[in-house]
């Protein structure tokens, strides 16, 4: 049981560059998300899935694209990058996402840093 | 909105010496969890605790401890005899509940510990 796996760990790109940052997890968690940690201003939500073919939008979605097409995986894209997507990315998981009452929390992966030159 | 404030953005201590790491939140859901999580110099997110908003009982975990005051809105975190494996960064997180019923995670902006020897 591997948890949550983020690929790759680190990643240089100049500007208007694209690529795509992997999250996967092999818990069977319907409910996946991506958070960009910034300096000073802890994590914020990018993009939310609770499920297969079902994504949404987080607090900061502007930028990045995101996919579900199987349980396990949950894709990050920037289309073009900015220097103002230097971040730490952390893709984190849980159960259902909506039922904290069972005792359910998020679990995060080790998390992408990446610049954006 | 939702806030979480860690006023602390660092803290220096002496091993072997307590340290409280002050966690005050804003929510207007009548029921939410709230939790930390620690981030060590390595970088992934390690979780703490998770605490429902209808649980004002305080929590003991070894050296770790966790003062919850509704009246105060505020979930405090202790560290006893802290130890220089305790550095690292601390985030308090809360619940908010997104249209559709689910849930996301609105962080602190952290409070870096540094325990010397």
């Known amino acids: 049981n591997a948890g949550v796996t983020q690929t790759p760990k680190f990643q240089v790109l100049k500007t208007g560059q694209s690529m795509t940052l992997q999250c996967a997890q092999d818990?069977?968690?319907?409910?996946m998300s991506w958070y960009r940690q910034d300096p000073g201003m802890g994590l914020r939500l990018i993009h939310y899935?609770?499920?297969?073919?079902?994504?949404d939008q987080g607090e900061v979605p502007n930028g990045y694209n995101v996919s579900r097409s199987t349980t396990e995986d949950f894709p990050l894209r920037l289309l073009s990058a900015a220097p103002s997507q230097t971040s730490v990315y952390f893709c984190?998981?849980?159960?259902?996402?909506?039922?904290?009452?069972?005792?359910?929390?998020?679990?995060f992966g080790p998390g992408t840093r990446l610049l954006v030159l | 909105a939702q806030k979480v404030t860690q006023a602390q953005t660092e803290i220096s201590v002496v091993e072997k010496e307590d340290v409280t790491l002050d966690c005050v939140y804003e929510?207007?859901?009548?029921?939410?969890?709230l939790f930390w999580y620690k981030q060590p110099p390595s970088g992934e997110l390690v979780f703490l605790i998770r605490?429902?908003?209808?649980?004002?009982q305080n929590e003991i975990s070894g050296r770790y401890s966790w003062n919850f005051q509704k009246s105060t809105s505020s979930f405090n975190f202790t560290i006893t005899a802290s130890q220089v494996v305790d550095s690292a960064v601390y985030f308090c997180?809360?619940?908010?509940?997104?249209?559709?019923?689910?849930?996301?995670?609105?962080f602190g902006a952290g409070t870096r510990l540094a325990v010397h020897p």
């Open positions: 984190a998981s849980s159960y259902s996402g909506s039922l904290f009452a069972r005792g359910e929390t998020q679990y």
């Open positions: 818990m069977n968690h319907e409910y």
């Open positions: 899935s609770v499920g297969a073919g079902i994504t």
């Open positions: 929510t207007r859901d009548t029921t939410y969890y």
């Open positions: 605490r429902n908003s209808f649980d004002e």
């Open positions: 997180a809360l619940s908010e509940v997104m249209s559709g019923g689910y849930n996301k995670l609105i």
